[in-house]
C-alpha cells in the first residue's frame, strides 16, 4: 500500500510593506526578498505512459498556479493594511503604482495566512480531490518564517 507524499516548490518574489504601528524598524516603509514553500500532501500517481507517471504533482503545475494566484500579484508590489490610509492614499496618488491593499497588517503571519487561504481551495477542489495544500511556509528574511498547516 502506497503512503501519501510530501512535495514542496519553492517560489521567490520581491514586495514592500510597513508594519504602522510596530515600535521597531518595520515601521517604516522597506522590502523584502520573500520566499514561499508550498508544501501539498498527496499520492504518487500511477498513470503509466503519461507525463505525470510516478508524482504527487508536476512541480510546474505548482508554480504555474501560484504564480498566477499569489506570485505575480504581490511581486515588485507594496502590501498595504487598508486601516493605513495615510499610506494607502499616498500610494495610490502614484501613477501605475503595483500595491496590494489587505484587511490585514502585512506581517510575514498575516501574509502567509491570506496565500494559504487563496491557494488551499485551488488544490483541495482540483485534480479530483487527491491533493491537500498541507504547508504554505513563507520566509521573509532567511531567519525568519511563518508556517500555516492545514
Known amino acids: 500500500m502506497n503512503k501519501k507524499i510530501e512535495i514542496t516548490r519553492r517560489l521567490e518574489f520581491d514586495a514592500g510593506h510597513r508594519i504602522p504601528n ?3 524598524h518595520c515601521r517604516h516603509i522597506h522590502g523584502h526578498r520573500y520566499v514561499m514553500e508550498v508544501t501539498l500532501l498527496g499520492d504518487v500517481l500511477n498513470h503509466q505512459g503519461y507525463s505525470d507517471d510516478g508524482m504527487v504533482l508536476d512541480f510546474g503545475d505548482i508554480k504555474k498556479l501560484a504564480n498566477e494566484l499569489v506570485i505575480n500579484k504581490w511581486d ?4 498595504v493594511a487598508k486601516e493605513d490610509e495615510s499610506l494607502v492614499n499616498f500610494l495610490a496618488s502614484i501613477p501605475d503604482h503595483k500595491t496590494v491593499v489587505l484587511d490585514t497588517i ?12 487563496i491557494l488551499e481551495p485551488v488544490f483541495k477542489n482540483n485534480f479530483s480531490g487527491r491533493l491537500n495544500l498541507n504547508r504554505l511556509r513563507l520566509y521573509e528574511t532567511p531567519n525568519c518564517w511563518a508556517d500555516v498547516y492545514a
Request: cysteine-free; charged content about 10%.
Open 22 to 24: 510596530h515600535e521597531g
Open 106 to 117: 502585512p506581517t510575514v503571519e498575516n501574509l502567509a495566512q491570506t496565500a494559504f487561504s
Open 76 to 79: 515588485h508590489a507594496f502590501l
